[in-house]
């Protein structure tokens, strides 16, 4: 299957978009949820999945379970050994730099390896330890495991109602019983653990959907652009603006808007929201396709997990240093972020670099 340049582009996209969120300062505010309710989180596992449902969707179409299997594993294999890759990298910076400013940052973001280094490394290694910048890569790791899965059946007659049958289900659970939160409470009650800010259970129906659509894609099914549905979603788009700025405050029937957009289980106003916004960029996309082919930005996504990878560890490094550049004005500020983002071309070239050393060293 050739390769897509559009979802490279928009992966790079959000890998920018969410690395310029977690690196904060003054910036943030106008770049977190500026388009509604929707981070830079949920439109990257959205495509993440879009582009897992393709690539396994063909392999399961064509080379069969056993295939996709080993390959989603190996993939979700080389997920976990970054994620651990990166998490020893983190507490080797917090025992290495240990100035007051670097030692207050630590204690806020990922205060145990400082007290316990061996508990903080074997909680990490077993997931049960996803500090801050530390919780992504675990959870695509473990959508990896349930895509083969999801493939086989959706591949089989009325596949699609089964999927869906169980991950809305599983979705709707953890948004109105505060399970994750539950088990992350009693967990604590025996170890120090911490599960991240994203609740898996609740964004695994993301996930889903982009392995639905990509897998539709890989079995060569057209996507529907249909007229009204584009009016539907624009219409959604600008109507949840003003609350998502704080114009509407309640809801008809005194429904507070708040309940309804809790991150950390993908409430159903931003399941509405990313719908809406996907629905309008894809037809876009279908319209004019050469629109969304950005050469940075493609080059980017399609070294994704090396570049996320490469931020996170770098956010641990640089981030307290931007709490000096800040006072010194929007120039330097805008300069700071600049360089900040093209710095996640290292990753990606180093990794066009080893590639190509493995492919001279394979025999003839």
């Not at 770098?314 to 931007?322: D, F, S, T």
């Amino acid at each position: 299957m050739k390769r897509d340049l559009r979802l490279d582009t928009f992966r790079g996209l959000f890998l920018v978009w969410m690395a310029l969120n977690h690196l904060g300062g003054p910036l943030h505010p106008y770049l977190f949820q500026s388009l509604g309710f929707i981070s830079s989180a949920e439109p990257f596992v959205f495509i993440s999945g879009v582009t897992a449902g393709m690539v396994y969707g063909r392999i399961g179409l064509h080379e069969g379970v056993s295939k996709l299997r080993q390959r989603a594993f190996r993939r979700g294999l080389d997920i976990y050994l970054f994620h651990l890759a990166v998490f020893v990298l983190v507490i080797i910076l917090e025992w290495t730099i240990t100035t007051p400013m670097y030692h207050t940052f630590y204690v806020t973001m990922n205060p145990l390896p400082l007290e316990s280094p061996l508990t903080a490394l074997g909680l990490g290694a077993t997931l049960l330890l996803q500090p801050g910048f530390l919780d992504i890569l675990p959870m695509y790791s473990l959508f990896l495991l349930i895509t083969p899965l999801v493939i086989n059946r959706l591949k089989s007659p009325g596949g699609y109602g089964w999927v869906f049958g169980v991950s809305i289900p599983v979705w709707a659970l953890t948004n109105y019983t505060d399970f994750w939160d539950r088990l992350q409470k009693f967990g604590a009650q025996f170890l120090p653990l911490n599960l991240g800010f994203f609740d898996p259970l609740a964004w695994q129906f993301l996930f889903v959907a982009g392995l639905f659509f990509g897998f539709r894609r890989a079995a060569g099914m057209t996507f529907p652009v249909n007229k009204p549905l584009i009016i539907l979603s624009l219409i959604v788009c600008l109507g949840i603006l003003p609350i998502r700025y704080g114009l509407i405050s309640v809801l008809p029937f005194g429904i507070d808007p708040g309940a309804l957009t809790v991150r950390e289980t993908f409430g159903p106003l931003r399941v509405i929201n990313m719908a809406a916004l996907a629905y309008l960029v894809t037809c876009l996309g279908i319209r004019f396709p050469n629109c969304f082919e950005w050469p940075f930005f493609s080059f980017l996504g399609q070294h994704s997990l090396q570049v996320f990878s490469f931020h996170v560890a770098l956010l641990y490094l640089i981030r307290p240093l931007y709490g000096l550049v800040i006072p010194l004005g929007w120039t330097a500020i805008l300069l700071f972020n600049f360089l900040f983002i093209g710095t996640l071309a290292i990753p990606a070239w180093l990794h066009i670099r080893y590639r190509v050393l493995v492919e001279r060293q394979k025999p003839a």
